[in-house]
């Protein structure tokens, strides 16, 4: 392994990915689309003898197990930081309508992606799992983007979305173990789906007990120790720690033991950023995870666009695709709005529109699950076929680009302009 | 490749890593040496049928490559922070004192470093230019955290040490340029040394040029342009650039650069901090990379451990790493107090005397050229022995631990506590 060509690959993936992402931005298309096509172009593009990839050693496994490390290393961090983000209090506090819209916004979504491919497509039902497991959980990152530019982030639709996205990724988590834990073991049996199931939920339960019940005690008793260590020597300094070290090594050891016990790493990645969540203001951490982030993330979207073949889009997968994104964003729209119908009989329609387009974004969720997919071998067979992990890419990219612009408009029908000039003077 | 390995050894090299930094930081030990010993303990540790390292499987090239990735970066952003912390102001306005004191400091330890190993030692040519190389470059760090600790940040024998020192590590990468230049091509032709240095010299140039020149006219022009389009249109949001992303692609790309050019890729990365280095602390640069720098530093650290045989230390090479390290504190202790005496007849023996101790530790920086000199090959064999690599390793180690007890005791007896208590009281 030669560095010289290590450092050729990351500083060129990089400023790609970053550029791409700056102009994208630019047009209000979220920068992660303009990185998934850096990685698309760089794996695609050919002019005579000179190919992007052979410049870069990408088509030498030594440097693309590198490039996958990073990836693989980035997402762990990205889910780690969204963890961060997903506070078990928040969790109980927003109520049985946000409880309802997200259950319902996961269980639709994925019946129908299943449904589609085991009757309608290709019949394989690892396939079948996989795609229904990429439609489940949303990302919420592109619609609270969309609420805080609109200045509407205390209405009662956006927590409604805000708090359904928070337990939307956890339900995402359970059916992803769940389905990466079927494939894994490659078995259909009641017992063992029922085992996967079990593993599951009680690592995700665990967590959540630890970090409602465990991590306040903790924290707590250090407390109380440094208050009588203080009253006892007022000249006293308490010991500091470095909370950033500890989260990361809490964050790698967990991606690695969700790894081991069969789960995907980056369920271990979220859970450890729940644990860290109520402190992570206090300690500075997400600012300083998010540094972190700015330098790996790009390096997982590049890695998903270069997974992209384009010579294997035909006219058919471009129909399946399209079936897909349907189906993902009736799915949501249906599943969502219905769960916060059942809740509240008496809410209008405009509201019920906000909610279930707010839900629509899939972004970097499901291709997540699609790169697990990919990877997980039944029977000598990828579990997601790279034709339906390119189907995933389609299905994400579309959902990003559709849900911001559909749901400032059913914002404004609700909220005309005037609203958020008010709301924005009462800050 | 398995993914899960791979989170194995991140997160067990990690933990131990920052757990042992964090044990040696309570006893005053600077936390790299910890990190360091996490590195021997691992490759030396070996319990019956059980070794650690097999555990981590880095005795397998591929998981090992990864390591040597994350800690070449790691360095590489190491060195980046050094760079933005340089400058080139600073470097112009600490006057003559801080020029001799860093210039003679570099020639005398490297003149008794490389004679030593050539006419007393084994008489390698390579290994004597690089061991006199690896007994350049100070480590500010652990001197400015004495100074810091003590509140003498604003002492006349501070300003010349930090002044110094940052000189110091300019004048340190261009030795290792050179020397690293000569190793590479393998020649010792006076045209090739000579074509060597201008284009090492002529690199550190050109980026101290732009950095005092180009940069503050970008920055001016960005500026005005933001002006003129505000006066044109009040509501005009200047375009946010995101730094933390333009600044790692440039030390990337730098470090590959020098690479490319046959110079170390850390020298790269350097010269790409000090561009940064203006405008560091407004754009909260510094703090940033110290977060990603939390992650990624500690991984070079252990793999510098991790090249340390235990089994080849002999009682041959215990004296020869003797040897060393009485010239590596001699020579910079009379190196730095000639240039202070030379450019100020009238200064006091105890200001020299602090002078001459602040400047001893060598740190991380002598590791770094060491670990440089055992990748280069020549003629099939590494321009720096294992062993001498060993060496520089405790060499680095032992003037690091011994520099900051001195160091405080020489401060003492010019500024007594007093002192130190009304310079703290004043701020």
Redo the contacts between chains.
Sequence with gaps: ?D??N???M??VI??LA?SAA?VFN?FGVPGLIGEILVGILISNLVIGDWSFEQTLHLNDP?YF??L??FA??GV?FLLFSVGLETRVKDLTSVGRSAIMVATLGVIIPFILGYAYIEYFADGNMYHALFLGAAMVATSVGITARVIKDMKLTDTKESRIIIGAAVIDDILGMIVLAIVAGMAESGSVEISSILSITILAVAFVLIVLLFCSMGVPKIYAMVEKRNERKLIADPSYIP?K??M???S??VC??F??LA??IGLA?IIGAFLAGMIFADYAWDWGLE???E??N??LVSFFFVYVGLQVDMGQITENLLLIALAVIILAIIGKYIGCSLGAKVCDRKIDRSSLNIIGIGMIPRGEVGIIVATIGMKIMVDGVPALSQELYTVVVLMSVVTTLVAPPLLASAFRKKYPPEYQIDAHDQL
Tied chains: 1, 2.
């Design positions: 392994m560095i010289g290590v450092l050729l990351l500083a990089f400023a970053k700056f630019r030594e197990d590198i996958e490390v693989e290393v762990a010991r720690i470095n950033l070290s500890v990361i090594a790698l050891g991606a690695f790894d081991y790493a600012e300083k995870i540094s972190i700015v330098f």
